[in-house]
């Protein structure tokens, strides 16, 4: 679509636009980091995927329009300002009105019509472009759904599920790689929004929609729930890796393998069993197949805790279970009221969820 879009508004705009449009961006985007690597950049004018370039295109239109009228008006008046300020000799009188140009009524009545029928003619077209994608025969279908304030990620057709970090291949110019999302919510309205992926998408109880996502880089893109939600909406963070075909496949392998009880850690797993633990995470192969709660079963192959809360290391992990809400104030998950030699031992069984 790129590319069609190109074509058909010609290389001209192009060339102008991404000259002005760059020069309005580097004014707005002070600050944010550089181009090219999807880590840390949450910049929807750096994007590495099909959707979120189809966007970019249109923002990119629209910003050097409306930069290109604010440059005309804001010179005008600048213009007039000056050239016709008081002077000495002036008496304060009123100046001479004149009233009725039908060539100048109709210029300034015509052209914005025409400016914001292409602007919505581009629009919708875009729209329609990407929400139309049928989606191909080896496209991964993932689930996504929403919970106050984590994210449950489902890969149905691969018997997966995982929690905050949303794995999908790389999709390249030989072989791409589209990604599908069916979006559901079990509480509130959430919003799926990772900027240098696609646009964003809403979760809505009782209802499903759906998004896809091209990723073209190899990396971590980052991401946020961008609808309201309740107190830690902020705390609702998202991580998509994207992984080289054969990475993805090793990542896969690795997700289905069932957790090893380790001798070691037997007093500790004994703790996780007799608590409330097991009414809301699931571990497979274990009895433990709760689902108010993210599946742990590998949660040590995460990167952070509670949905970006904090960084999944064995110090946080005890703070976590120790009391959620030190991390997270109102998270659904409780204190177990643990002492600290139950805390260690629980702590040393999770840590071999890997
Ligand atoms: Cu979920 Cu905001």
């Not at 705009?13 to 020069?23: I, P, V, Y």
């Not at 809400?325 to 139950?342: F, I, N, R, V, Y």
């Amino acid at each position: 679509m790129r590319l069609c879009m190109r074509t058909r508004l010609g290389p001209l705009w192009q060339g102008r636009t991404r000259a002005l449009g760059l020069a309005l961006g580097t004014a707005l985007l002070a600050g944010t980091a550089s181009a090219g690597t999807p880590e840390q950049v949450t910049n929807i004018f750096k994007p590495l995927s099909t959707p979120a370039e189809s966007i970019s295109e249109v923002a990119w239109l629209t910003l050097a329009v409306c930069a290109g009228i604010f440059l005309i008006v804001g010179g005008l008046l600048v213009y007039t300002i000056i050239r016709f300020r008081r002077r000495a000799p002036d008496d304060g009188a009123e100046p001479p009105q004149i009233y009725g140009s039908n060539q100048l009524e109709l210029a300034w009545t015509v052209l914005p019509i025409l400016i914001v029928l292409v602007l919505v003619l581009v629009t919708a077209r875009t729209i329609a472009d990407v929400q139309s994608h049928p989606a191909p025969p080896d496209a991964l279908h993932v689930t996504v759904v929403g919970h106050q304030w984590w994210w449950e990620i489902r890969y149905p057709a691969l018997g997966l599920v995982t929690a905050n970090e949303l794995h999908v291949p790389v999709s390249t110019t030989t072989r791409r790689q589209l990604t599908f999302l069916r979006l559901e919510s079990a509480d509130v309205a959430h919003s799926f929004w990772v900027p240098q992926l696609a646009g964003k998408t809403d979760l809505i109880p009782n209802r499903v929609n759906r998004m896809w996502i091209e990723p073209k880089q190899v990396g971590t893109y980052l991401g946020n729930c961008a609808e309201y939600c309740g107190t830690q909406h902020a705390r609702m963070l998202l991580r998509v890796i994207v992984h080289a075909p054969d990475d993805f496949t090793t990542w896969v392998a690795a997700q289905h393998q069932h957790g090893v009880a380790e001798a070691q850690v037997h007093a500790g797993r004994d703790v996780f069993f007799a608590t409330s633990c097991v009414n809301c995470h699931t571990i497979s192969g274990t009895a433990a197949q709760g689902k108010f709660g993210p599946d742990l079963t590998h949660l040590m192959s995460r990167d952070t805790l509670a949905a970006g809360a904090a960084p999944n290391t064995p110090a946080t992990l005890r703070a976590w279970v120790r009391n959620p809400h030190t991390l997270k104030e109102g998270s659904l998950m409780p204190s177990m009221q643990l002492s600290d030699t139950e805390l260690d031992q629980v702590v040393a069984y999770l840590l071999t969820l890997k």
